[in-house]
């Protein structure tokens, strides 16, 4: 099966993605803590409408992030363990400005 998100030769809003240089391992995945990077991406990314349209998720059983969401078998992920989880993955700044 061919991956329809990742072709060699990107059209114009998937160059455009905030996901484009994320590994397909982190975008495709199930998890919501493997699958952060790419939900805190999708935050900013100017092309959140194109790629759900693209992508079809809930028609195509998709898994992994599309759109700002977490889906499995075409469903969205529940939100709120969802942002749980990027939350627990995302580093803080201290008062010092450094991460902690």
Do not use: H, I
């Amino acid at each position: 099966m061919e991956n329809l998100l990742f072709q060699p030769d990107p059209t114009p809003w998937q160059a455009d993605a905030a996901c484009a240089g994320l590994s397909p391992s982190v975008v495709f995945a199930r998890r919501a803590k493997e699958a952060a990077p790419a939900l805190r991406a999708c935050t900013g990314c100017p092309v959140r409408r194109e790629c759900e349209t693209a992508v079809a998720p809930a028609e195509s059983y998709f898994d992994g992030v599309c759109a700002g969401r977490l889906w499995r078998n075409g469903r969205p992920a529940d939100a709120a363990r969802v942002a749980k989880a990027v939350a627990l993955t995302t580093p803080t700044l201290t008062r010092s400005g450094r991460r902690g």
